[in-house]
C-alpha cells in the first residue's frame, strides 16, 4: 500500500506544458538538429578531426532525440533512459583528457552528477563506476574549479564582515555518496576534497539501503519535495541557472527524476523492496520507474557510428565498444 508524502510540493510543470513548449519550438529544433547531424557526418569523413567539435554536435543530437521522444509521446523510462548511453561518452571523455594532460580546460561537478545518476537509473553501473572512479581522481588532483571556490567562501566566512552565502552542491554529493554505499563506504571526505554538500541529500544517499520501510518512504517522499524544491523548469538562462541553486534547470528534468530512479535501481540492485509513495512528481508518466532493465539497448546510427570514429582515431578510445555497448 502506497503511503502518502506529507508536504508534497506540487510539481511547476506537466508532460502536456513541456510537449506544449517543444511544439512550439519544433522547427527551430529541428532545424538545429538537420544541422548538427549534417555537421557530425562531415565530422566523420574528416582525417584528423577536432574530437571536441564532435561532442558539441552530439550534445545537440542527444537533447533533439530527448526532445523528440517527449514530443511524440514515447514516454517509456527505459527507452528515455538510453540518453545515458551519450551523455556517458561525453562525460568520459571529458574527464579524461583532464586527466592525461591534453585539455587544461576546467570540468564540472554538475555534469559529473547527471551522468552518474542516469547510468545508475538505467542499470548501467559499470559506466557510473567508471565515472565515479574518475572523478576521485579529478577530485583528489583538485581539478574542479568548485573546489578552490569552496576553499575560499569557507575561508571568508570566518570573518563575519566577509560573509558570503555557500549554495552548496547537491546532486554531486547525492550521486557519490550513492556510489559509495554501494561500494560499502559510509561516508566520502567531503572536508578533504573541499567540496560544500547539501546536507538533505547527503543524508537520502546514506539511506539507500535502509531495511526500515518507513525510513524508506520518509527519504523517497523527502527526495520528491526536494527534486521540486530545486527545479525551474523555464530559466532564462538555463547555463547558469544551477549556479544559483536549481538543479534540474530544463522543462523535462524539471519531472524527469532519474536522481530518484538510481536511488530506487540501487535499492532493487540490493535485492532490497521498494517503498511505494504518493507524490504528484511520481504520478505523471516521467516519474514512474521502469523496473525492468532493457536487455538490448536501442542506440542511434549517430552514435554508434561515433564510437567507432573515436575508436579508428585514437588508441586510447579502444575499450568504448565494450564500455558503451557490451558492459555498460
Same mark, same amino acid.
Request: proline share 7%; charged share 25%.
Given at each position: 500500500?502506497?503511503?502518502?508524502?506529507? &508536504?508534497?510540493?506540487?510539481?511547476?510543470?506537466?508532460?502536456?506544458?513541456?510537449?506544449?513548449?517543444?511544439?512550439?519550438?519544433?522547427?527551430?529544433?529541428?532545424?538545429? @538538429?538537420?544541422?548538427?547531424?549534417?555537421?557530425?557526418?562531415?565530422?566523420?569523413?574528416?582525417?584528423?578531426?577536432?574530437?571536441?567539435?564532435?561532442?558539441?554536435?552530439?550534445?545537440?543530437?542527444? =537533447?533533439?532525440?530527448?526532445?523528440?521522444?517527449?514530443?511524440?509521446?514515447?514516454?517509456?523510462?527505459?527507452?528515455?533512459?538510453?540518453?545515458?548511453?551519450?551523455?556517458?561518452?561525453?562525460?568520459?571523455?571529458?574527464?579524461?583528457?583532464?586527466?592525461?594532460?591534453?585539455? &587544461?580546460?576546467?570540468?564540472?561537478?554538475?555534469?559529473?552528477?547527471?551522468?552518474?545518476?542516469?547510468?545508475?537509473?538505467?542499470?548501467?553501473?559499470? &559506466?557510473?563506476?567508471?565515472?565515479?572512479?574518475?572523478a576521485?581522481?579529478?577530485?583528489?588532483?583538485?581539478?574542479?574549479?568548485?573546489?578552490?571556490? @569552496?576553499a575560499?567562501?569557507?575561508?571568508?566566512?570566518?570573518?563575519?564582515?566577509? @560573509?558570503v552565502?555557500?549554495?552548496?552542491?547537491?546532486?554531486?554529493?547525492?550521486?557519490?555518496?550513492?556510489?559509495?554505499?554501494?561500494?560499502?563506504?559510509?561516508?566520502?571526505?567531503?572536508?578533504?576534497?573541499?567540496?560544500?554538500?547539501?546536507?538533505?541529500?547527503?543524508?537520502?544517499?546514506?539511506?539507500?539501503y535502509?531495511?526500515?520501510? =518507513?525510513?524508506?518512504?520518509?527519504?523517497?517522499?523527502?527526495?520528491?519535495?526536494?527534486?521540486?524544491?530545486?527545479?525551474?523548469?523555464?530559466?532564462? =538562462?538555463?547555463?547558469?541557472?544551477?549556479?544559483?541553486?536549481?538543479?534540474f534547470?530544463?522543462?523535462?528534468?524539471?519531472?524527469?527524476?532519474?536522481?530518484?530512479?538510481?536511488?530506487?535501481?540501487?535499492?532493487?540492485?540490493?535485492?532490497?523492496?521498494?517503498?511505494?509513495?504518493?507524490?504528484?512528481?511520481?504520478?505523471?508518466?516521467l516519474?514512474r520507474?521502469?523496473?525492468?532493465?532493457?536487455?538490448?539497448?536501442?542506440y542511434?546510427?549517430?552514435?554508434?557510428?561515433?564510437?567507432?570514429?573515436?575508436?579508428?582515431?585514437?588508441?586510447?578510445?579502444?575499450?568504448?565498444?565494450?564500455?558503451?555497448?557490451?558492459?555498460?
Amino acid at each position: 500500500m502506497a503511503i502518502e508524502c506529507t &508536504n508534497q510540493h506540487p510539481t511547476k510543470t506537466n508532460l502536456k506544458t513541456i510537449q506544449e513548449y517543444l511544439r512550439e519550438r519544433q522547427q527551430y529544433d529541428q532545424h538545429r @538538429y538537420n544541422f548538427d547531424l549534417e555537421g557530425l557526418h562531415e565530422w566523420f569523413s574528416e582525417s584528423n578531426p577536432d574530437i571536441s567539435f564532435a561532442f558539441v554536435l552530439a550534445d545537440g543530437l542527444r =537533447d533533439g532525440d530527448l526532445n523528440q521522444a517527449v514530443l511524440s509521446g514515447h514516454t517509456d523510462p527505459s527507452m528515455l533512459l538510453t540518453i545515458c548511453a551519450p551523455l556517458f561518452l561525453d562525460e568520459y571523455d571529458s574527464n579524461l583528457t583532464r586527466l592525461d594532460g591534453s585539455r &587544461n580546460g576546467p570540468v564540472g561537478l554538475f555534469n559529473n552528477a547527471f551522468a552518474i545518476v542516469d547510468c545508475l537509473s538505467a542499470g548501467r553501473f559499470n &559506466n557510473a563506476q567508471i565515472l565515479r572512479d574518475q572523478a576521485v581522481q579529478l577530485l583528489n588532483q583538485r581539478a574542479y574549479e568548485d573546489q578552490d571556490t @569552496y576553499a575560499e567562501d569557507l575561508e571568508l566566512q570566518k570573518d563575519p564582515e566577509n @560573509y558570503v552565502e555557500i549554495i552548496p552542491q547537491r546532486l554531486f554529493v547525492f550521486a557519490h555518496e550513492l556510489m559509495g554505499q554501494r561500494a560499502g563506504q559510509e561516508k566520502q571526505p567531503w572536508e578533504i576534497w573541499d567540496i560544500v554538500g547539501d546536507q538533505d541529500y547527503i543524508k537520502a544517499a546514506r539511506a539507500v539501503y535502509t531495511e526500515d520501510m =518507513d525510513e524508506a518512504a520518509q527519504t523517497l517522499c523527502q527526495l520528491c519535495n526536494l527534486h521540486v524544491q530545486y527545479s525551474n523548469p523555464f530559466p532564462a =538562462d538555463d547555463e547558469n541557472d544551477h549556479l544559483i541553486g536549481f538543479e534540474f534547470d530544463t522543462p523535462i528534468r524539471a519531472i524527469w527524476p532519474t536522481e530518484i530512479f538510481a536511488w530506487l535501481r540501487l535499492r532493487q540492485e540490493r535485492g532490497l523492496p521498494l517503498p511505494e509513495v504518493e507524490h504528484p512528481l511520481l504520478d505523471q508518466p516521467l516519474g514512474r520507474f521502469e523496473p525492468n532493465i532493457p536487455t538490448q539497448w536501442e542506440y542511434k546510427p549517430w552514435f554508434v557510428e561515433l564510437v567507432q570514429k573515436l575508436v579508428a582515431y585514437h588508441p586510447r578510445y579502444a575499450d568504448l565498444p565494450r564500455m558503451v555497448f557490451e558492459q555498460p
